[in-house]
């Protein structure tokens, strides 16, 4: 059986979106030695940052994902700078990637707009995110629907230095979760629920119940007022059924069956919300009183993963001619 691999970026809040699009996919199926849960720092850098922010959201991350389920004993849990090889093998697939490939990616283009301002490792970053996946011949890699074109990167790159230097990489897809591959923003149901994002649109786990029930009392409607699962034309509607959905487990269009009007349905959304968050909020009050529990747990994920992450990066260099073969 293959492993399973799944990254947080640490900027803004962790949401709902980020929960059922990676964080629940991975933690109901960890199996020792197979799951591999990260927090990306790196990845932090691509954009504007404050040093300050990043080092706090590294540890406050690292914290709601052990707080959501994430187990160091049956997943190797770590946080991405720990581990050199995660840059070390983005060098040698930059050298096996083209530039139009990552020029074309859809999260370039759209924060790339002020060309001067962008930084190099924004046009990069998914070959990082490939090194990532690939360090650890990771067969499976559970996101949501926005990540589609960075796996698809990481499988090109592996076929393609497989096919050019002899098979080093396992050519990973992606897993998307059954419903809630993409939440969408409460206050915009046309724009994808995110961290940086609309803080009256974004479901985040670690806000009270009182600011989950206002912020979903509040979510824009259609028109109209059936409650029916229909994403094109009833975008409101159907994002607020997904969310139900992921919460009970069903399906979206079950979920609308059995609901009355649309006050009904909201509120049922947030009782499902607040049931959802409120463990994983009160584990993390627990956790974060113990920073240095949380250090030591990553510390020994990064020697763990080092042991799978080292091999992989000495397979990649013998291959491309830096070692002798
Ligand atoms: P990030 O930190 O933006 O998001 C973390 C995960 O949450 C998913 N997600 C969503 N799922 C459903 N609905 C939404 N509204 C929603 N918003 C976010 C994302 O798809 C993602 O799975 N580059 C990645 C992190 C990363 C990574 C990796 C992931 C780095 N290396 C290797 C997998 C494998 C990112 O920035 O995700």
């Known amino acids: 059986m293959s492993r399973r691999i799944t990254g947080f970026t640490p900027s803004g809040e962790l949401h709902l979106g980020n929960y059922f699009g990676a964080i629940k996919p991975l933690v109901d199926q ?4 197979r799951s591999i849960v990260f927090v990306s720092d790196l990845h932090a850098l691509t954009l504007d940052h ?35 090889e995660h840059t070390e093998l983005h060098y040698l697939l930059e050298s096996a990637t083209g530039y139009g490939e990552v020029r074309r990616m859809i999260q370039f283009k759209e924060k790339s707009r002020d060309s001067d301002r962008v930084r190099v490792s924004l046009l990069t970053y998914p070959v990082l995110m490939a090194a990532d996946i690939l360090l650890y011949q990771a067969g499976e890699v559970p996101v949501g629907e926005d990540q589609r074109q960075h796996v698809e990167l990481a499988r090109d790159i592996a076929e393609r230095f497989n096919t050019a230097y002899g098979r080093v990489f396992t050519v990973p897809r992606m897993v998307n979760p059954p ?4 939440i969408m923003d409460l206050s915009d149901p046309t724009a994808k629920m995110s961290k940086s994002t609309s803080v009256t649109g974004s479901l985040r786990l670690l806000d009270s119940p009182d600011t989950l029930r206002r912020k979903v009392m509040r979510a824009v409607t259609d028109p109209g007022s059936a409650v029916e699962y229909d994403p094109e ?3 409101g509607i159907a994002n607020l059924l997904t969310i139900l959905a992921a919460c009970t487990g069903e399906d979206p269009a079950d979920a609308a069956a059995r609901s009355g009007g649309y006050a009904d349905l909201k509120r049922a959304v947030a009782d499902a919300v607040i049931a959802t968050t409120d463990p994983i909020r009160h584990r993390y009050t627990e956790l974060s009183e113990d920073p240095e529990s949380v250090r030591k747990i990553v510390q020994d994920g990064a020697i763990r993963a080092r042991l799978i992450a080292g091999d992989t990066v000495t397979a990649a260099k013998r291959a491309i001619g830096l070692l002798p073969a």
């Not at 040093?51 to 959201?57: F, I, L, T, Y």
């Not at 707080?67 to 770590?78: E, N, Q, V």
């Not at 419903?179 to 993409?182: I, S």
Request: charged letters at 20%; a positive charge.
């Open 233 to 235: 034309n009833r975008p």
């Open 30 to 33: 960890q199996i020792p030695d």
């Open 179 to 182: 419903v809630a591959a993409r």
């Open 50 to 84: 404050d040093p300050a922010a990043v080092r706090r959201r590294t540890l406050e991350f690292a914290t709601v994902l052990l707080a959501a389920g994430a187990d160091p004993a049956r997943s190797i849990f770590l946080v991405q700078s720990h581990v050199p």
